[in-house]
């Protein structure tokens, strides 16, 4: 086991420990934001413009910063826009910005900012770890992450009680130094093509989805991945706090607990997949995928009329399990695509991809929402999960091999 870790390599772990050092300063502010927000406003509609102004400005960049993330030094774009955020959340304490509406143009930068970094990133992670070290390398990098996320909320609410959002803005300012110092150490070289014209850019914008579009075998797991986000998302992001804070009538504290549970049981997927699985993990995507829709098919009948006092208990082990093979599948299809698509186009095609995730997501949560009330969870579980176990159905009995080769060392990408 540790002779795996080992194995990783110096660049990998200067970027990693970079990442979570990063993470643990963002954490803290997403937490301490929205307190500070209520606090000044009482308004929930504030806070739903504030998480706006952090989607639709992504949204709206993130081609563009695909092109630059391919076009320009990876490495340069990572620790300069992470020095570059720490510089703005200085100046934001500094000259005392924390106004509610400086506060959303700050977001909206901030948003903007981490388009073009997350471009560089996705592109430039691959190329730091041995191919088949790279299923791992995924876990590894996430696990951290998902452990910042139980203590994130303790910590955040810690800071923002001490010292207010100066502290939280602080806290975060220097974590972005910290990283963009381990982001400076990383050994990475290769070709950049500076743009020349404003229309190369447009051309590029549009090589990244047609770069997707030309390939059958990617087109086969990205359009599976579009469908089953679709039907899913809205039974995360609005079924389940309706079952856990209405149905349920959960506490507040027990409401909590439902999220931890699910993190717990993803972070329990990436240590087995970094401690044990390793790139096997690839060979079980569909039998986790499988054993995620019957949890989620489970969750229809976790109601208390059906289970009585044994409704939480029930809850936090489906949601446990959930997160467990969520992971189980999410990091093989990522891992999949990191391999399978070329370097010199990597960072336009995984920003086109999440703007295409992006664009989708909405249209599930924009007719769920509506029926929830009148149809109650079983029913809207229920009509979510079983097709998205009959699509799963026939993509493995259509593309299982198709899907189970991607990023094979003699798989083809392109027609």
Known sequence: MFEDFRRMGRNFWLYTVGRWISQAGWVVQDVAVPLYVLDQTGSGAMMSLFIMAELIPRLLVNPIAGVIGDRYDRKKLMYGL??????LLFAVIGFNLLGIYQLLAIQMVMSVMGAFFSAGIVGMFPDLVEREQLARANSILQSGG????????????????????????????????????????????????????????????????????????????????????????PVFAVVLPYLARIELGLSAVKFGSVETAATLGALAGNMLIALK????????????????????????FVTRSILGELAYPSLLGIIGLIGLFNTLVNIPLFTKLQKAVPDEVRSRFFTAFETVMMATTPLGMALVGPLIDVAGTTVIILALTVPSVMITLYYYLRFRETVINIGSENAEVVP
């Open 146 to 233: 998902q452990i910042l996320r139980i203590l994130g909320p303790i910590l955040g609410g810690l800071i923002y009680a001490l010292g207010g959002i100066k502290l939280a803005f602080l806290v975060n300012a220097v974590s972005f130094f910290g990283s963009g110092l381990f982001e400076i150490l990383i050994e990475y070289r290769r070709e950049t093509r500076e743009l020349s014209s404003l229309h190369e850019v447009w051309d590029d914008m549009l090589e990244g989805f047609r770069f997707m579009k030309s390939s059958k075998n990617l087109m086969v797991l990205v359009s599976f991945g579009i469908l089953l986000n679709t039907l899913l998302n």
């Open 277 to 300: 699985l390793g790139e096997k993990s690839e060979d079980f995507l569909f039998g986790a995928l499988f054993a995620q829709l019957l949890c989620l098919t489970g969750l229809a």
């Open 82 to 87: 992470d020095i570059a955020r720490g510089v």
